[in-house]
């Protein structure tokens, strides 16, 4: 079984930046896309960005656009979120997911993935 591993949540201090990292744990799987997704507490999960590894196209909600990029490497399994410019309301678990499956779903719904990670909590203090 694949796991999705994220890394690089913390505290920090609005309009500072972070960079979240996810690896697959193993190096043979492949994936279609790679999201990252958000859920703050009391909240359901919203989709934050992905990135599609035919093409190299990403997508992104809108709360984002302009302050976080999604990047990755397709041959290492790994995709990056930075984060800049976060803003109090970014507090949230942050969950790396993967597509394996070929689907016609929208990839800004976490139905659509196959895989995720167990989060990684990112705070931000006003």
Excluded at 27 to 45: D, E, I, L, N, V
Excluded at 69 to 78: K, L, V
Excluded at 87 to 96: G, N, S, V
């Amino acid at each position: 079984q694949v796991q999705l591993v994220e890394s690089g949540g913390g505290l920090v201090q609005a309009g500072g930046s972070l960079r979240l990292s996810c690896a697959a744990s193993r190096r043979t799987f492949s994936s279609r896309h790679m999201g990252w997704f958000r859920q703050a507490p009391g909240k359901g999960r919203e989709f934050v960005a992905a990135i599609s590894w035919s093409g190299g196209s990403t997508d992104y909600a809108d709360f984002v656009k302009g302050r976080f990029t999604i990047s990755g490497d397709n041959n290492q399994n790994t995709v990056y979120l930075q984060m800049n410019s976060l803003k109090p309301e970014d507090t949230a678990a942050y969950y790396c997911a993967a597509v394996r499956r070929f689907h016609l779903l929208s990839i800004r719904i976490p139905e659509a993935y196959d895989y995720w990670g167990q989060g990684t909590q990112v705070t931000v203090s006003s």
